[in-house]
Antibody
Framework: EVQLVESGGGLVQPGGSLRLSCAASGFTVSSNYMSWVRQAPGKGLEWVSVIYSGGSTYYADSVKGRFTISRDNSKNTLYLQMNSLRAEDTAVYYC???????????WGQGTTVTVSS | QSALTQPASVSGSPGQSITISCTGTSSDVGGYNYVSWYQQHPGKAPKLMIYEVSNRPSGVSNRFSGSKSGNTASLTISGLQAEDEADYYCSSYTSSSGRVFGGGTKLTVL
């Protein structure tokens, strides 16, 4: 079964760091484009970052320079390293597999990040 | 990158058809045939409904269809059913190799 499972969310103080993980099963992360998408409480979806199968990475302006997307091919896992966190980064973070489009056809269940003192 | 523009809400009665618009610019919606649509029920992850403007993934009802004209894409749902009540989001590839979502549309089935 094709599945994504996120972990690593939690409560962190402003200025702090957190690393999210997204474990994949049923397909190979490194062979696909993989994205992170977030959703603030009561708000819409916001694209955060993508890593291409070739390794290129792209970021939304709102997180550029603070977040880093990466993957561990041996663990078939996607990561999002989040530094210098702000209150406005509070959201449910989803990882998603991209197919042609690019369209996100497989989503995880989400992990909640709360940035608050 | 500004969010794509969607109506905040639309409504329709069972059996009717509704259309949700998604307006961007020539740097995203108008520049590529890379528009996708997602359905999200409360507390759930989004579900892909349409990709590449008008293609349906396997398993998605043919009551859902997509189109595009210029900088505006549209999602049409025909034969509305109660289970279609959800939030809908459009998304597009952008000229900076990013992605951008619309603000979302709440569909109410009356």
């Amino acid at each position: 079964e094709v599945q994504l499972v996120e972990s690593g969310g939690g409560l962190v103080q402003p200025g702090g760091s957190l690393r999210l993980s997204c474990a994949a099963s049923g397909f190979t992360v490194s062979s696909n484009y993989m994205s992170w998408v977030r959703q603030a409480p009561g708000k819409g979806l916001e694209w955060v970052s993508v890593i291409y199968s070739g390794g290129s990475t792209y970021y939304a302006d709102s997180v550029k320079g603070r977040f880093t997307i990466s993957r561990d091919n041996s663990k078939n896992t996607l990561y999002l390293q989040m530094n210098s966190l702000r209150a406005e980064d509070t959201a449910v973070y989803y990882c998603a597999r991209e197919v042609r489009g690019p369209a996100m056809d497989v989503w995880g269940q989400g992990t909640t990040v709360t940035v608050s003192s | 990158q500004s969010a794509l523009t969607q109506p905040a809400s639309v409504s329709g009665s069972p059996g009717q058809s509704i259309t949700i618009s998604c307006t961007g610019t020539s740097s995203d919606v108008g520049g590529y045939n890379y528009v996708s649509w997602y359905q999200q029920h409360p507390g759930k992850a989004p579900k892909l409904m349409i990709y590449e403007v008008s293609n349906r993934p396997s398993g998605v009802s043919n009551r859902f269809s997509g189109s595009k004209s210029g900088n505006t894409a549209s999602l049409t749902i025909s034969g509305l059913q109660a289970e279609d009540e959800a939030d809908y989001y459009c998304s597009s590839y952008t000229s900076s190799s990013g992605r951008v979502f619309g603000g979302g549309t709440k569909l109410t089935v009356l």
